[in-house]
């Protein structure tokens, strides 16, 4: 018959204990955020998708077609196509897409390239319903971000 009643201070010191942390977290400050209505402040060291760097001289992409980017990356996410325009020293860019998918955000890519044409994106709500919404045309969405 002691085991029983040593079993049952034993619980209730443990639901006392229980209900003494619970109130603790009940009377103090609350720090949970109600997410789609508030939001924390964007740290400076974030990394997001790569983006295209705009020159400000051209206004233009700065890619230079050397494909390093699409070379370096382990995951194969980056397709970089350009085409030798007439009267022009460098190859113009005509396609750079990046695959969100495959991306694991390593930034060896924002490192190799030599004219610092890729850098990373402060995008982070990033929200679709099929893998084509995260297949990024970015020399477009420069083009976009111009106007």
């Not at 049952?8 to 204990?17: E, F, N, P, Q």
């Not at 070379?71 to 996410?77: F, I, N």
């Not at 190799?112 to 084509?132: H, M, Q």
């Amino acid at each position: 018959m002691s085991g029983y009643f040593r079993d049952l201070l034993d619980g209730t010191k443990s639901l006392a204990v229980g209900l003494g942390i619970t109130f603790k977290y009940m009377v103090g400050p609350v720090i949970t955020l109600q997410y789609p209505h508030q939001t924390l402040p964007m740290q400076p060291r974030f990394r997001g998708h790569i983006d295209l760097v705009r020159d400000p001289e051209t206004g233009t992409d700065r890619c230079i077609v050397c494909g390093m980017c699409q070379k370096t990356c382990p995951s194969g996410c980056i397709t970089v196509a350009g085409d030798k325009v007439e009267g022009v020293k460098k190859k113009a860019l005509t396609l750079y897409t990046l695959d969100f998918t495959k991306c694991s955000l390593c930034g060896l890519c924002v490192e190799v390239c030599p004219a610092d044409a890729i850098t990373f994106s402060k995008d982070y709500n990033l929200a679709g319903r099929s893998r084509e919404a995260y297949v990024f045309d970015l020399k477009k969405r420069l083009e976009e971000r111009k106007g």
